[in-house]
C-alpha cells in the first residue's frame, strides 16, 4: 500500500534561508544540516590537511568573507566533511567583498543572521568540482537551490563569468584545494535572493491593495511557500514550488474605480449573477485568478503554442485561465504581448516585470484584469510541465527541459512524484525504463525533418513502461468548453518499428477515455507516418480524437490502459509521449 506524507515548509523574509537545510537534511544521521552549526563555540579540528574555513583563515585574502562565515555560524559547517559530503566554495576576496558591500550600502556582518546565511549558502555547492570538471559545466546549483549560469573565460585563462536572473561575478582563480573540498575565488560577489513573492509584494507600495486581497484571502501561505517534502513508500521527494503573480498596482484599480478591498468586493459581487457564490469566495478566486503556478518570464507567458499566437494559460483558481496573444510583428514588450485580448485587455509594463523572488516572478500589468472566460483556443499539454518533476529531474543531476537538445539520452524516474501516483504496473521485459521515467531527447536529424518528423517539445517527453493491461491517469489542463480534435506526439525510435507494423502484438493498442467516458481503442505509434518506408527516429503526430466535446470549463482525467500483450513480452516495447494537443473545433 502507498503511503503519502505531505510537509510543507513556508518562509517569510526572516526564514527565507534555506532551502537547502531541507535538501540535506535526513534521516541519514552522516548528512549534516549546514542551517547549523555542529560545533559551535569550538574550533573545529581535522586530522589530514585544512578544510576550506580554515584554509580561507589562513589564505589572508578572505578576511571579510571570513567573518561572515563566523558571524553566520557557518564557519564550522564548511570545515565539516562527513561520509560522502564535501563542497565548493565560491569565495569572494577581500576586494569583492567590499564592492558587494558598497553595492548594498552596509557590511554584510550587520545584516540578519539569516541574510548572512544565505549569502554564504548561495555561494556554496554540495560537490568538490575540479578545475578540470569546472572548466566543462554550463551551470551549478547552489545551496539555495539556484542556478548559477556558468561561461569560461576564453581570453583569461583560469577565469569564469558567473551569472543568473539577479546579479552577476567573475572567478579570478579556480580549484585552490582544501581537504573537503576545492575553493574558487570571486573578484565580484553574487547577490543573494532572500525576497519571497509575498516579500515582494509587501515591500512595494503600490500593491498594497492587491497584498490586503492576497492576505484575506489565504493566498499568503502559498506565495510563501518554497518546498514541500513527500514521503512515497518510504521515498521522501523534496519539491520546490514555483509561482507567477500577475500584479495589478493601486493606481491600475484606482483607473477601475477601486480604491480599497471594500471597493473590490463590491465590483466582484455587481458582476457575479449566481446568488450561491461569496463575495469571499469571488475575492478569492480573483487573487488565485493573478497566480500561475509555475515560474514563467514574460516572454515565456506569451511563447507560441502550436499554431497559434494566443498561448492560454490555467490559473491558481479553479477552472480559470487567462490568454496571452503575442503580436510577431511587434518587439517592444509593453505592446507586444496583450493579456485577454478579446476581453477587458492588459498589457505588461516592462520595467516592473520580471521582477525575481525565491519562488518565482512577479509582472506588473496596466489593468486591474478581471476574471474572463476566453473563446476556445488551441492547448498544448506537456506531460512533463511540472513543479514537482522539475525538482526531481534537477536533483538527480539532470537537466530538466533543456533549451537545446542535448548530445545523450538521459532519464529520472518518477514513480514516486504525487503527478504519476494513479498508476498501474504489470510484468514487462523492457529492462531499460523504471514503470514511468522523464527522458530527454536528442537533436532529431535533417533528413528526419524532411521526411515528416520533429523534434520534442523541450526536448523531453515521459516514458511508461507498464507492461499489458497497465494503466495511467492524469489531469488535464484547464480546457475552455466545446468541441475539439485531439492529438498525441509520440517519440518514436527504432525500437518501435516492430510495433508501428504489429510485427508483434496489437500496434500498441490504448483503451482511452476521458472522465470515464469517450471510450475508444487507439493504437497511436501505428500513425506514424514519413515519405521513407522506415521512419527515422523523432517525434510524430497521432490522433486520439477526430471530434470530443467538453461541455464545461474545467480540467478533465485522462486515461489510458495498454490493450497489447507485447508491451510484456518485447523487450523494446515502451510509450514514449511527448505532448498532447487540444485543438478547436468551431462550428
Same mark, same amino acid.
Given at each position: 500500500?502507498?503511503?503519502?506524507?505531505?510537509?510543507?515548509?513556508?518562509?517569510?523574509?526572516?526564514?527565507?534561508?534555506?532551502?537547502?537545510?531541507?535538501?540535506?537534511?535526513?534521516?541519514?544521521?552522516?548528512?549534516?544540516?549546514?542551517?547549523?552549526?555542529?560545533?559551535?563555540?569550538?574550533?573545529?579540528?581535522?586530522?589530514?590537511?585544512?578544510?576550506?574555513?580554515?584554509?580561507?583563515?589562513?589564505?589572508?585574502?578572505?578576511?571579510?568573507?571570513?567573518?561572515?562565515?563566523?558571524?553566520?555560524?557557518?564557519?564550522?559547517?564548511?570545515?565539516?566533511?562527513?561520509?560522502?559530503?564535501?563542497?565548493?566554495?565560491?569565495?569572494?576576496?577581500?576586494?569583492?567583498?567590499?564592492?558587494?558591500?558598497?553595492?548594498?550600502?552596509?557590511?554584510?556582518?550587520?545584516?540578519?543572521?539569516?541574510?548572512?546565511?544565505?549569502?554564504?549558502?548561495?555561494?556554496?555547492?554540495?560537490?568538490?568540482?575540479?578545475?578540470?570538471?569546472?572548466?566543462?559545466?554550463?551551470?551549478?546549483?547552489?545551496?539555495?537551490?539556484?542556478?548559477?549560469?556558468?561561461?569560461?573565460?576564453?581570453?583569461?585563462?583560469? &577565469?569564469?563569468?558567473?551569472?543568473?536572473?539577479?546579479?552577476?561575478?567573475?572567478?579570478?582563480?579556480?580549484?585552490?584545494?582544501?581537504?573537503?573540498?576545492?575553493?574558487?575565488?570571486?573578484?565580484?560577489?553574487?547577490?543573494?535572493?532572500?525576497?519571497?513573492?509575498?516579500?515582494?509584494?509587501?515591500?512595494?507600495?503600490?500593491?498594497?491593495?492587491?497584498?490586503?486581497?492576497?492576505?484575506?484571502?489565504?493566498?499568503?501561505?502559498?506565495?510563501?511557500?518554497?518546498?514541500?517534502?513527500?514521503?512515497?513508500?518510504?521515498?521522501?521527494?523534496?519539491?520546490?514550488?514555483?509561482?507567477?503573480?500577475?500584479?495589478?498596482?493601486?493606481?491600475?484599480?484606482?483607473?477601475?474605480?477601486?480604491?480599497?478591498?471594500?471597493?473590490?468586493?463590491?465590483?466582484?459581487?455587481?458582476?457575479?449573477?449566481?446568488?450561491?457564490?461569496?463575495?469571499?469566495?469571488?475575492?478569492?478566486?480573483?487573487?488565485?485568478?493573478?497566480?500561475?503556478?509555475?515560474?514563467?518570464?514574460?516572454?515565456?507567458?506569451?511563447?507560441?503554442?502550436?499554431?497559434?499566437?494566443?498561448?492560454?494559460?490555467?490559473?491558481?483558481?479553479?477552472?480559470?485561465?487567462?490568454?496571452?496573444?503575442?503580436?510577431?510583428?511587434?518587439?517592444?514588450?509593453?505592446?507586444?504581448?496583450?493579456?485577454?485580448?478579446?476581453?477587458?485587455?492588459?498589457?505588461?509594463?516592462?520595467?516592473?516585470?520580471?521582477?525575481?523572488?525565491?519562488?518565482?516572478?512577479?509582472?506588473?500589468?496596466?489593468?486591474?484584469?478581471?476574471?474572463?472566460?476566453?473563446?476556445?483556443?488551441?492547448?498544448?499539454?506537456?506531460?512533463?510541465?511540472?513543479?514537482?518533476?522539475?525538482?526531481?529531474?534537477?536533483?538527480?543531476?539532470?537537466?530538466?527541459?533543456?533549451?537545446?537538445?542535448?548530445?545523450?539520452?538521459?532519464?529520472?524516474?518518477?514513480?514516486?512524484?504525487?503527478?504519476?501516483?494513479?498508476?498501474?504496473?504489470?510484468?514487462?521485459?523492457?529492462?531499460?525504463?523504471?514503470?514511468?521515467?522523464?527522458?530527454?531527447?536528442?537533436?532529431?536529424?535533417?533528413?528526419?525533418? &524532411?521526411?515528416?518528423?520533429?523534434?520534442?517539445?523541450?526536448?523531453?517527453?515521459?516514458?511508461?513502461?507498464?507492461?499489458?493491461?497497465?494503466?495511467?491517469?492524469?489531469?488535464?489542463?484547464?480546457?475552455?468548453?466545446?468541441?475539439?480534435?485531439?492529438?498525441?506526439?509520440?517519440?518514436?525510435?527504432?525500437?518501435?518499428?516492430?510495433?508501428?507494423?504489429?510485427?508483434?502484438?496489437?500496434?500498441?493498442?490504448?483503451?482511452?477515455?476521458?472522465?470515464?467516458?469517450?471510450?475508444?481503442?487507439?493504437?497511436?505509434?501505428?500513425?506514424?507516418?514519413?515519405?521513407?518506408?522506415?521512419?527515422?527516429?523523432?517525434?510524430?503526430?497521432?490522433?486520439?480524437?477526430?471530434?470530443?466535446?467538453?461541455?464545461?470549463?474545467?480540467?478533465?482525467?485522462?486515461?489510458?490502459?495498454?490493450?497489447?500483450?507485447?508491451?510484456?513480452?518485447?523487450?523494446?516495447?515502451?510509450?514514449?509521449?511527448?505532448?498532447?494537443?487540444?485543438?478547436?473545433?468551431?462550428?
Amino acid at each position: 500500500m502507498t503511503t503519502i506524507i505531505n510537509k510543507t515548509f513556508h518562509f517569510s523574509l526572516s526564514a527565507s534561508l534555506l532551502l537547502s537545510a531541507l535538501v540535506m537534511t535526513s534521516c541519514d544521521g552522516d548528512v549534516f544540516d549546514l542551517g547549523a552549526d555542529p560545533a559551535e563555540g569550538t574550533t573545529y579540528k581535522v586530522t589530514e590537511g585544512n578544510p576550506i574555513s580554515t584554509t580561507l583563515a589562513e589564505d589572508g585574502r578572505f578576511s571579510r568573507f571570513v567573518e561572515v562565515l563566523r558571524a553566520s555560524g557557518l564557519y564550522n559547517s564548511l570545515n565539516q566533511s562527513t561520509t560522502g559530503i564535501s563542497f565548493t566554495s565560491l569565495a569572494p576576496n577581500d576586494d569583492a567583498m567590499a564592492e558587494f558591500e558598497q553595492r548594498i550600502g552596509g557590511k554584510v556582518t550587520e545584516q540578519t543572521v539569516d541574510y548572512m546565511r544565505s549569502f554564504v549558502l548561495y555561494h556554496t555547492i554540495a560537490d568538490s568540482i575540479t578545475t578540470d570538471n569546472f572548466v566543462k559545466k554550463t551551470s551549478l546549483s547552489n545551496l539555495t537551490g539556484d542556478n548559477i549560469n556558468v561561461e569560461i573565460d576564453t581570453v583569461k585563462a583560469g &577565469e569564469a563569468v558567473l551569472t543568473n536572473n539577479n546579479s552577476e561575478g567573475r572567478i579570478v582563480e579556480m580549484g585552490l584545494s582544501a581537504s573537503n573540498g576545492k575553493i574558487y575565488v570571486l573578484s565580484k560577489a553574487l547577490t543573494p535572493l532572500v525576497e519571497t513573492l509575498y516579500d515582494r509584494l509587501k515591500q512595494n507600495s503600490d500593491y498594497s491593495l492587491l497584498c490586503s486581497a492576497v492576505d484575506e484571502t489565504g493566498w499568503k501561505k502559498t506565495l510563501t511557500t518554497l518546498a514541500d517534502t513527500t514521503v512515497v513508500d518510504g521515498v521522501q521527494t523534496i519539491t520546490r514550488h514555483n509561482f507567477t503573480v500577475i500584479g495589478v498596482t493601486n493606481a491600475s484599480f484606482a483607473a477601475a474605480g477601486i480604491n480599497s478591498l471594500a471597493d473590490l468586493k463590491a465590483k466582484l459581487a455587481s458582476s457575479n449573477d449566481d446568488a450561491d457564490i461569496t463575495v469571499d469566495s469571488l475575492l478569492r478566486a480573483y487573487v488565485g485568478y493573478h497566480i500561475l503556478k509555475t515560474k514563467v518570464t514574460v516572454d515565456g507567458l506569451g511563447a507560441l503554442q502550436g499554431n497559434s499566437l494566443t498561448h492560454m494559460w490555467s490559473t491558481g483558481a479553479d477552472n480559470l485561465v487567462f490568454t496571452v496573444y503575442n503580436d510577431t510583428t511587434d518587439t517592444k514588450t509593453d505592446t507586444k504581448y496583450t493579456i485577454n485580448a478579446e476581453g477587458t485587455p492588459a498589457h505588461f509594463i516592462e520595467a516592473n516585470s520580471n521582477v525575481l523572488a525565491l519562488n518565482g516572478y512577479v509582472h506588473q500589468i496596466d489593468s486591474w484584469m478581471p476574471i474572463w472566460e476566453p473563446e476556445q483556443q488551441q492547448v498544448v499539454w506537456d506531460f512533463v510541465d511540472d513543479n514537482e518533476i522539475q525538482s526531481v529531474v534537477t536533483d538527480a543531476g539532470v537537466e530538466y527541459q533543456p533549451a537545446e537538445a542535448p548530445k545523450k539520452q538521459e532519464k529520472v524516474k518518477l514513480t514516486n512524484t504525487t503527478l504519476f501516483q494513479n498508476y498501474v504496473a504489470n510484468d514487462r521485459k523492457n529492462s531499460n525504463f523504471d514503470d514511468i521515467d522523464y527522458y530527454t531527447v536528442v537533436a532529431v536529424t535533417a533528413k528526419a525533418i &524532411e521526411s515528416g518528423a520533429k523534434q520534442a517539445n523541450n526536448n523531453d517527453c515521459v516514458v511508461f513502461n507498464l507492461g499489458n493491461a497497465g494503466s495511467a491517469t492524469l489531469t488535464t489542463p484547464t480546457i475552455v468548453k466545446g468541441k475539439y480534435k485531439v492529438t498525441l506526439d509520440v517519440v518514436y525510435t527504432t525500437g518501435h518499428s516492430k510495433i508501428r507494423t504489429k510485427q508483434v502484438g496489437t500496434g500498441g493498442t490504448l483503451e482511452i477515455t476521458f472522465d470515464n467516458d469517450n471510450r475508444k481503442y487507439v493504437a497511436p505509434y501505428t500513425q506514424v507516418k514519413s515519405t521513407l518506408s522506415n521512419p527515422l527516429a523523432g517525434v510524430y503526430t497521432a490522433t486520439l480524437y477526430d471530434e470530443i466535446e467538453f461541455d464545461s470549463t474545467s480540467t478533465h482525467e485522462f486515461k489510458f490502459t495498454i490493450k497489447d500483450s507485447a508491451a510484456t513480452t518485447e523487450a523494446g516495447f515502451s510509450l514514449q509521449f511527448d505532448t498532447m494537443t487540444f485543438t478547436p473545433i468551431k462550428d
